[in-house]
Antibody, heavy 121, light 107 residues
Framework: EVQLVESGGVLAEPGGSLRLSCAAS????????MDWVRQAPGKGLEWVAR??????????DYAASVKGRFTISRDDPENLLHLQMNTLRTEDTAVYYC????????????WGQGTTVTVSS | DIQMTQSPSSLSASVGDRVTITCRAS??????LAWFQQKPGKAPKSLIY???SLQSGVPSRFSGSGSGTEFTLTISSLQPEDFATYYC?????????FGQGTRLEIK
C-alpha cells in the first residue's frame, strides 16, 4: 500500500525552529518529486515546497512566503522527506501535508494525513 | 503566479442532483489541472488530473473537462459521501496554486 506518514508537528514559539518528516512506503520513493502543502485553520490549501529527484539533481522550489526560512530535503535510502522550518511566524500555523508528485504527469496523487504545527507564544 | 478562481464558493444540493463547479486560471495552463476532495479533518484526496483523467478508484460519477483557462468538475448524481469541499489546482508552473475551494453542502 502506498503511504505517506508525517510527523514532527508541535507547538513552537515565534522565531523558533521545527523539523517535519514524512515517511514514505509502498512505492519507489527515489523516483518521485515530493512536495509539502499546508492548510491554515479554516483556510484553503497552500503549496509550500518541492524537491525533485536525483535525475533532476535534487533541485528545490519554494513558495515566496517561506523562501529563505524553510528548507526541503530528502533521504532516499531511508525513504524520508523533511521540512526544516526556521524563523517561525504565527502565520505558519497550519496542518502540513507531504504529497507525492506523480511521475510523468506531475500531479499530486498521494497525500499523507498531515501533521499540525502551531506557532504561538 | 497563476491565480485560480473557483465558483461558486459554496453550493447546496440534494442527493441525486447533478452539480458543476468551475475553475478559471489567470493564464493558460493547457491541461495541467487537478481536482481534490477534502472532508473535515482529513487530507485532500485526488479525484482528477490532466483536467479529465480519473484517479484510480474514483467513482465514474465524477468527471472533469476543460483546457487552457476554464475547467469544470461535474458530479453526475450526488451521493451522501460527496458532501465535502472541492479544490482545483494548477501544476503547470511553480508556484503550484489552488483555487479557494467550493463547499458542497446538503440542501
Amino acid at each position: 500500500e502506498v503511504q505517506l506518514v508525517e510527523s514532527g508537528g508541535v507547538l513552537a514559539e515565534p522565531g523558533g525552529s521545527l523539523r517535519l518528516s514524512c515517511a514514505a512506503s509502498g512505492f519507489t520513493f527515489s523516483d518521485h518529486y515530493m512536495d509539502w502543502v499546508r492548510q491554515a485553520p479554516g483556510k484553503g490549501l497552500e503549496w509550500v515546497a518541492r524537491v525533485r529527484n536525483r535525475a533532476r539533481s535534487y533541485t528545490t522550489d519554494y513558495a515566496a512566503s517561506v523562501k529563505g526560512r524553510f528548507t526541503i530535503s530528502r533521504d532516499d535510502p531511508e525513504n524520508l522527506l523533511h521540512l526544516q522550518m526556521n524563523t517561525l511566524r504565527t502565520e505558519d500555523t497550519a496542518v502540513y501535508y507531504c504529497a507525492r508528485v506523480q511521475t510523468g504527469t506531475y500531479d499530486l496523487d498521494v497525500w499523507g494525513q498531515g501533521t499540525t504545527v502551531t506557532v504561538s507564544s | 503566479d497563476i491565480q485560480m478562481t473557483q465558483s461558486p464558493s459554496s453550493l447546496s444540493a440534494s442527493v441525486g442532483d447533478r452539480v458543476t463547479i468551475t475553475c478559471r486560471a489567470s493564464q493558460g495552463i493547457v491541461g495541467s489541472l487537478a481536482w481534490f476532495q477534502q472532508k473535515p479533518g482529513k487530507a485532500p484526496k485526488s479525484l482528477i488530473y490532466g483536467a479529465s483523467s480519473l484517479q484510480s478508484g474514483v467513482p465514474s460519477r465524477f468527471s472533469g473537462s476543460g483546457s487552457g483557462t476554464e475547467f469544470t468538475l461535474t458530479i453526475s448524481s450526488l451521493q451522501p459521501e460527496d458532501f465535502a469541499t472541492y479544490y482545483c489546482q494548477q501544476y503547470r508552473s511553480i508556484p503550484i496554486t489552488f483555487g479557494q475551494g467550493t463547499r458542497l453542502e446538503i440542501k
